[in-house]
């Protein structure tokens, strides 16, 4: 099993729409959870933390659910801009990350 | 901008091969973290420098090798090129303890034929 699992996609979604992506981590022991946003043929840029309270910024909303191990990020009232690939990143502490394969996302008009 | 440079933006080698890759750090930032992403995979850690000193690594072989300078300036080797080593390799600098929260370069994409 990998360490942080996500899927591929790609999710595909009219401007408007909410859309959700989950990831699963494997490691009981993580710490630390973020969302990473990547353009095509661009690098990683951090979206948000994830925390177990939860966290919002704008219209998007990040989760941690520890029992279940998985994290994930809502995104609403879609906009073509936000197509990217979204990249989960878990670690034990704040060290040696581990990235998921990230989950597609395409918004049409 | 995030402030972090890398150098060169594409390359094209033979397998076999040596290169080094180059990776200037934002400002103020004293740890310098190499990741190679494949096609449709996520950055894979390679390893860390913090104080011009190897501070952790990942899974990769020897022959995947790194320096850092005092500037915090960094390097990363690759002796012995295979094909698979094709891939965008990733910089990110960062403070001590917010490693996760790091800011990247736009990365080298490296071509072995």
């Known amino acids: 099993r990998k360490e942080v699992e996500q899927d591929p996609g790609p999710f595909n979604v009219p401007e408007g729409a909410t859309v959700a992506f989950n990831c699963t981590y494997s490691?009981?022991?993580?710490?630390?959870f973020f969302w990473y946003r990547q353009d095509c043929r661009k690098e990683p840029k951090l979206l948000m933390s994830?925390?177990?309270s939860g966290n919002e910024d704008g219209r998007f909303t990040a989760q941690l659910n520890r029992a279940s191990q998985y994290i994930s990020l809502l995104i609403r009232d879609s906009k073509l801009s936000d197509s990217a690939t979204y990249l989960c990143?878990?670690?034990?502490?704040?060290?040696?990350?581990?990235f998921g394969r990230g989950t597609s996302l395409i918004v049409h008009p | 901008e995030t402030g972090v440079t890398q150098s060169p933006t594409h390359l094209i080698k033979t397998r076999g091969q040596q290169v080094t890759l180059r990776c200037s750090s934002q400002?103020?930032?004293?740890?310098v973290s190499w990741y190679q992403q494949a096609l449709g995979q996520g950055p894979q850690f390679i390893f860390q420098y913090y104080r011009e000193e190897e501070n952790g690594r990942g899974n990769f072989p020897p022959r995947f090798s790194g320096l850092q300078f005092p500037n915090y300036s960094s390097e990363l080797n690759v002796n012995a090129l295979e094909l698979d080593d094709s891939a965008l390799y990733l910089c990110?600098?960062?403070?001590?303890?917010?490693?996760?929260?790091?800011?990247f370069g736009q990365g080298t994409r490296l071509t072995v034929v």
């Open positions: 990143v878990v670690g034990p502490g704040s060290y040696i990350p581990t």
């Open positions: 490691n009981s022991a993580s710490q630390s």
């Open positions: 990110a600098s960062s403070s001590p303890g917010t490693e996760i929260k790091a800011f």
């Open positions: 400002s103020g930032h004293n740890t």
């Open positions: 994830v925390y177990s």
